[in-house]
């Protein structure tokens, strides 16, 4: 059982260059995350979805956009990327129906903006 | 806005100790409140998932409480091994059943062999 896997684990991108991170769940789950993991501040929702063709902002969306066509695969796109998007990301899902469920993370995307 | 901060934020401990880890959040309508292990490297593992109606939770030497009214939770880890050691993180629903998660900053732990 994989879990939650995300695609690509590390990338170096230049400013100004457009990239789209993969998070796939093979766990049949409704919602999916990205989370952005930085020093000091911890981690913070960028996106999430409650189902598939859904999306809703974080609490840091600027600068990123997602996507949900299929219910397994939750795309984080960044369009121009700029040196504050230097961060490591993760994909989280969960299943169920209502809050108490806990969320399952992938091992993450360490991404830098030279 | 909800907050959530995570005291001490790194405990070094000998092996076999018992360690309480603390998180307090400043919104106490909350659903429920979820207890991570993170380990360099890696993604989020999630260990303890207490509901708001109950007041704590167990899973092998792991046990976490929730005090609503007061804003807290405690993880207590019984019998320390090295192993053990990661950051472990809280984290509380920005309001209510949120899907928004607000997470603490973490509390590192080292166990000595």
């Known amino acids: 059982n994989a879990g939650v896997t995300q695609t690509p684990k590390f990338r170096v991108l230049k400013t100004g260059q457009s990239m789209t991170l993969l998070c796939a769940q093979d766990?049949?789950?409704?919602?999916m995350y990205w989370y952005r993991q930085d020093p000091g501040m911890g981690l913070r929702l960028i996106h999430y979805?409650?189902?598939?063709?859904?999306?809703a902002k974080g609490e840091v969306p600027d600068g990123y956009n997602v996507s949900r066509l299929k219910k397994q695969n939750f795309l984080l796109g960044l369009e121009s990327a700029a040196p504050s998007q230097t961060s490591v990301y993760f994909c989280?899902?969960?299943?169920?129906?209502?809050?108490?469920?806990?969320?399952?993370f992938g091992d993450g995307t360490r991404l830098s903006i030279l | 806005k909800q907050e959530v901060t995570q005291i001490p934020a790194a405990l070094s401990v000998p092996e076999g100790e018992n360690l309480v880890l603390n998180c307090s959040f400043t919104d106490s309508a909350i659903y429920n409140l979820q207890w991570f292990r993170q380990d360099p490297g890696k993604g989020l593992t999630s260990l303890l998932l207490i509901q708001s109606s109950q007041r704590e939770q167990t899973s092998g030497r792991l046990n976490a409480s929730l005090d609503k009214s007061s804003g807290r939770s405690t993880l207590y880890i019984a019998a320390s091994q090295p192993g053990d050691s990661a950051t472990y993180l809280c984290?509380?629903?920005?309001?209510?059943?949120?899907?928004?998660?607000?997470f603490g900053k973490g509390t590192k732990l080292t166990v000595n062999p």
């Open positions: 984290a509380v629903p920005d309001w209510g059943g949120s899907e928004k998660l607000v």
């Open positions: 766990m049949n789950h409704e919602y």
């Open positions: 989280a899902s969960r299943g169920g129906v209502g809050s108490n469920q806990p969320q399952h």
């Open positions: 979805s409650v189902g598939e063709g859904t999306t």
